[in-house]
């Protein structure tokens, strides 16, 4: 039987809690992008898609570092029951974090015209004014999810990203649709994106009561751990040490995405697509196919957090072989869930974007092509994350920066050949990304091997989750096309809702059969799974020999 590991069973555990959140708020945000999508126009909705662009390139820059370094440095002193250092560790970073809040707010808020108007797009310029409050909220609350995660206690986190979806959410679509109906879609594009301040807000009240309910708790274990005597210059010489190449690592991508649009729009209207057909094309790529290739990222987005402090516990006191079985963990939890995202989105593109996107059917048939393309990127990126948390967390935060640097390289060159040749068009920023996320990976992956001397079972991270995913995709589309085809006589939109809902639920089911029989998941890998004592006795009334 399987030796359990409490390590380990903290990491797929905090990795399950924030999964289930991410689930919540991606479903949750649906309710935000789909009416837009049906509301607004493509051209109008690349107005939204550029403001959170410009906002996605200053966010990364406030809070992509300093979180994950305080997670390292909290959970590496707090396994050492160094519990001062650990709470001057957060406190130091919100200090940090207020001054860097405030200077992403002014660039956003003053610049806004000046910011439109070089990605040729000036009509963005109330979308990215509306979200300028977020930037200032933002970094304060990634501060106490840093915090939290540090102490491998996601539930926090999770509970205030669900309340930030809710009220962003129910914001951004009361005053999209008030709008559109006052004064039209561009000042809509700029109602939705403001939800995105309102939200920030609700989540930072929330996980700062959170934090103020656990300060005796806290507090106690402050008094009989560790003392310190360490000043808080070199605290905070310790986070920009571990932050700023996280920073510039995770500022790269968002900075070419931002860089793409406007290299998308300059080369197709240099190639002879007009101004309208290449915002036309840039809204399907942005707002219909960006959106649906975000939705699967909150699981592995929530396995690339919790690994942080998982690895960085096991590389502060030396267990290296520790190590390199949760990153191998890591490595397979993340394959598991992306595959079957990746392959399910290739083979029902069009259903899915008819599915949501039900009054726009004509743009779908248009996007379908470029979200199969997009849907590579699922597997690139996700593996990505990882490789990166996994080496932030050994405190070797410069290679990745170095690593998904090179991969840009390769992105602009395929990005700009691509998109000139007319049949792929803007299809060719899709493709490009999904170069550089996996040059990224590779080399990544090259690194870990040479520090650890581990690295993950091809056969059993990459394979059988592959032939799991792929037997999955095929039942998938054979039950929707199947349905479709009975239902032709129907209402094409609920003909189509119901093939793919079907089919979604029929590939779920499926996949869960699958990752068992090509034993991609061990039986006794259940117990660190939340529920998995449970699981394991369904389970076993079907695998009772798996092992």
């Given at each position: ?23 919540i ?15 607004i ?101 990634s ?80 008094e ?42 300059r ?17 399907l ?25 998982a ?40 259903p899915?974007l ?31 994350q ?18 998904l ?66 037997i ?29 809902v ?46």
């Open positions: 039987m399987a030796k359990k590991d409490n390590n380990n069973e903290k990491f797929v555990k905090g990795a399950a809690v924030l999964a289930a959140a991410g689930l708020v991606k479903v949750l945000g649906t309710f935000l992008r789909i009416p837009l999508g049906n509301w126009s493509a051209e109008g909705m690349a107005n939204y898609s550029v403001a959170y662009s410009i906002y996605s390139v200053l966010l990364v820059v406030s809070t992509a570092g300093i979180p994950v370094a305080i997670s390292r440095l909290v959970s590496a002193h707090m396994v050492k029951r160094e519990y001062r250092y650990a709470q001057k560790v957060f406190h130091t970073a919100l200090m940090i974090m207020t001054v860097v809040g405030i200077l992403g707010f002014l660039i956003s808020f003053l610049g806004a015209d000046l910011i439109a108007a070089l990605l040729k797009n000036t009509d963005a310029a109330p979308a990215i004014r509306a979200i300028a409050p977020a930037l200032f909220l933002v970094p304060l609350f501060s106490f999810r840093g915090y939290f995660n540090g102490r491998q206690n996601m539930n926090p986190t999770a509970i205030s990203e669900v309340m930030e979806q809710v009220v962003r959410i129910s914001v951004g679509l009361a005053l999209a649709y008030y709008l559109l109906h006052k004064a039209g879609e561009k000042e809509a594009a700029a109602g939705a994106t403001f939800g995105a301040s309102a939200g920030a807000l609700a989540g930072l009240i929330v996980i700062s009561c959170i934090y103020l309910l656990n300060k005796k708790v806290i507090q106690k274990k402050i009989n751990g560790i003392q310190d005597t360490e000043k808080t210059s070199v605290v905070a010489k310790q986070i920009i040490i571990i932050a700023v190449p996280i920073i510039i690592g995770s500022s790269i991508m968002p900075i070419m995405n931002m860089i793409d649009t406007g290299m998308t729009m080369v197709l209207q240099g190639v002879g697509w007009t101004v309208d057909e290449s915002k036309y094309l840039y809204g790529l942005s707002a219909l196919c960006a959106s649906l290739i975000a939705f699967p990222q909150f699981m592995t987005q929530a396995i690339a957090i919790s690994l942080v402090p690895i960085s516990r096991r590389h502060a006191v030396g267990d290296t072989e520790g190590l390199v079985e949760t990153m191998k963990l890591g490595f397979r939890t993340t394959t598991i869930m992306a595959f079957p995202c990746m392959i399910g989105m290739m083979v029902l593109a069009e899915i008819k599915l949501l996107y039900f009054k726009r059917f004509d743009e779908c048939v248009d996007a379908a092509p470029i979200l199969m393309f997009m849907s590579v990127s699922i597997i690139a990126l996700s593996m990505e990882t490789t990166t948390s996994v080496l932030q967390g050994m405190g070797k935060q410069m290679y990745p920066v170095r690593n640097a090179i991969g840009c390289l390769f992105k602009i060159v395929v990005t700009y050949t691509l998109l000139r040749i007319h049949a792929i068009n803007v299809s060719g920023a899709a493709i490009g990304t999904i170069v550089a996320d996996f040059v990224a990976f590779y080399l990544n992956s090259r690194k870990i091997h040479q520090f650890t001397g581990g690295k993950a079972d091809f056969g059993l991270t990459y394979v059988r989750p592959f032939i799991a995913s792929a999955m995709g095929a039942i998938a589309w054979g039950v929707h096309y199947g349905l479709a085809a009975l239902l032709a006589d129907k209402n094409p939109v609920v003909a189509n809702m119901v093939s793919t079907v089919a979604i639920f029929v590939a779920v089911i499926a996949y869960v059969i699958l990752i068992f029989a090509v034993k991609a998941i061990t039986y006794d890998e259940l117990d660190n799974l939340p529920g998995g004592s449970k699981l394991k006795r369904i389970l076993g009334r079907f695998f009772r020999n798996a092992e």
